[in-house]
């Protein structure tokens, strides 16, 4: 076992310049968010939240919140009920929201574009029975058995001649079920996250501490709010007073242009985005922007390189689980290495777990995380935190250099082949630095000579031809010959899901169309 030592009270003293809180974990999560919203729009400071082109201050939110939860209760939608949101993202998506949240509904967050298997499984595991859901889903949520709720309803002007009249009889607390989130299912079927508004909001405040936030800060970004992280600048606005700007669609040039009209100061983005943004040219220094981040998917060592050089600053990769929220972040002054997530953030404990976490030199195993934003656990399924110190086993492989946590990979993603276990992200880091190369996913093929065996699915790139085997001899330079890929597939783009993770699942599908490559241990 290894414990995270770096960065305990004092180490976060000496980077805050000032003292942690006896009272930490009350700080970071002992309100909610119904509330937090009422106070901006009462005691400010007050920003404002943009999607597109609709701009409301928070006390316009607030007043449509009150409005649209008294709709919802007139409707027959009672405290702790499951209620199916699947909005795309849009002004209508935030109203519906905060209005499910202070209407004391437990919001079941389904993307918007989820196949009718999707939604009758998340439908039957979370026993909702009502859904508030967009035009494109609408049908698909009713087929499913839900009653659909219009999302334009509750959007109408708010006070005396709102939707209806009388008072919000119910005021959620910290510890109220806000969110019923799923895990991504990249590996397997997806489990049912309970999240409390205090686990929502120990998991942004951490960050925010970190990142030097402040009311004046503008968010920028372009990512869905039917998943969290979108929905964690739109938390930070409600808790901070600061604003926010979301565009539905991401385009390089548009969110660039927002960055630009907006004065962002913080600019959220995955993976994906930034490969796209690099591609079009379109990062650049912006004059306001003091923090780039980088979540949701690991950032490959050449594209963080580009986007130091190009931005003028090192992107800020930060990791966390649907479970667990955001728990590990590079800091916001000092070193940001490639392929390093950093340092446990404010509140959290971090353990490595397994039989090389004692290694004194580089420590490694299952990352273990602890503290006020981590769920409690599944519902209807096994699994939480361990009854031995709460301990939440993420499955992730994590390893300390320098001071600094990297994530190897997953313990479900890793390919064991001839007996030797082979991390994904390793082979993909190297293969992605490969000029041929614009998009790597590594995954194991069932082999009856070695179990598994390493497989490259490759997206080729612009006015590129891919040799395998030129790329087996790129990769012996690397690494060593049992991790090297004993198969390419070409394919046309990576099964992702909306925040850019690859869906290890759906790959091996693809096998068929591979190509044979030289044995790399003959």
């Known amino acids: 076992m290894f414990d995270f030592p770096a960065w305990s009270r004092a180490g976060w003293a000496t980077h805050l310049g000032g003292d942690v809180p006896a009272d930490l974990a009350e700080r970071l999560s002992g309100s909610t968010l119904v509330a937090e919203l009422r106070q901006r729009s009462t005691a400010?400071?007050?920003?404002?939240?943009?999607?597109?082109?609709?701009?409301?201050?928070?006390?316009?939110?607030a007043l449509l919140m009150d409005s649209g939860a008294r709709h919802l209760a007139g409707v027959g939608i009672r405290p702790g009920e499951a209620v199916v949101l699947s909005v795309p993202t849009s002004p209508e998506l935030v109203v519906a929201y905060f209005s499910l949240l202070a209407a004391g509904a437990e919001i079941v967050l389904v993307n918007p574009a989820a196949t009718p298997d999707e939604i009758r499984f998340v439908v039957g595991d979370s026993g909702a029975r009502r859904g508030v859901a967009g035009r494109s889903s609408a049908p698909v949520c009713s087929a499913a058995g839900l009653d659909v709720i219009d999302p334009g309803r509750l959007m109408v002007e708010a006070g005396p001649a709102g939707l209806a009249g009388g008072d919000i009889q119910w005021r959620p607390r910290s510890t109220t079920v806000a969110l019923v989130a799923y895990t991504s299912g990249t590996t397997g079927r997806p489990k049912a996250v309970p999240l409390t508004h205090a686990h929502i909001q120990a998991s942004i405040r951490g960050a925010m501490w970190a990142w030097r936030w402040s009311?004046?800060?503008?968010?920028?970004?372009?990512?869905?709010?039917?998943?969290?992280?979108?929905?964690?600048?739109?938390?930070?606005?409600?808790l901070s007073g600061c604003s926010v700007v979301v565009r539905s669609r991401f385009d390089p040039a548009d969110l660039s242009a927002a960055i630009d009209t907006h004065r962002a100061t913080v600019l959220f983005a995955v993976p994906s985005i930034w490969h796209r943004m690099l591609e079009a040219g379109e990062v650049r220094p912006w004059p306001s922007l003091r923090l780039a981040t980088s979540g949701s998917a690991a950032l490959a060592p050449d594209v963080f390189t580009a986007i130091e050089k190009n931005l003028g600053m090192a992107p800020l990769e930060r990791y966390g689980t649907t479970e667990s929220g955001l728990d590990v972040s590079n800091p916001y002054e000092g070193p940001r290495r490639p392929g390093h997530v950093g340092l446990p953030l404010p509140g959290v404990d971090l353990r490595l777990d397994g039989p090389n976490a004692g290694d004194p030199e580089r420590p490694e195993g299952e990352i273990l995380l602890r503290g006020p934003q981590v769920f409690d656990g599944y519902r209807g399924s096994p699994g939480g935190p361990d009854d031995t110190g709460g301990w939440f086993h993420t499955g992730d492989v994590g390893r300390i250099e320098d001071g600094s946590l990297r994530i190897v990979g997953r313990i479900k993603e890793m390919i064991t082949t001839g007996g030797l276990n082979v991390y994904p992200a390793e082979v993909e880091n190297v293969l992605a630095t490969h000029p041929a190369v614009a998009e790597?996913?590594?995954?194991?093929?069932?082999?009856?000579?070695?179990?598994?065996?390493?497989t490259a699915f490759v997206v080729v790139a612009e006015g590129h031809e891919l040799d395998p085997a030129e790329l087996l001899v790129a990769a012996r330079e690397r690494l060593s010959a049992y991790k090297c890929p004993k198969a390419v597939v070409e394919i046309?783009?990576?099964?992702?899901?909306?925040?850019?993770?690859?869906?290890r699942s759906r790959l091996s599908r693809l096998v068929d169309q591979g190509r044979d490559l030289p044995d790399p241990r003959e």
Request: glycine share 8%; proline share 7%.
């Open 44 to 61: 400010g400071p007050e920003g404002t939240i943009t999607i597109d082109e609709h701009r409301f201050t928070h006390t316009e939110l």
């Open 492 to 503: 046309e783009a990576l099964p992702v899901n909306a925040m850019g993770k690859v869906i």
């Open 215 to 238: 009311p004046s800060d503008v968010v920028v970004h372009a990512l869905p709010l039917f998943h969290q992280h979108g929905l964690s600048a739109v938390h930070a606005s409600a």
């Open 440 to 454: 790597v996913a590594v995954a194991g093929v069932p082999s009856d000579r070695w179990g598994e065996e390493v």
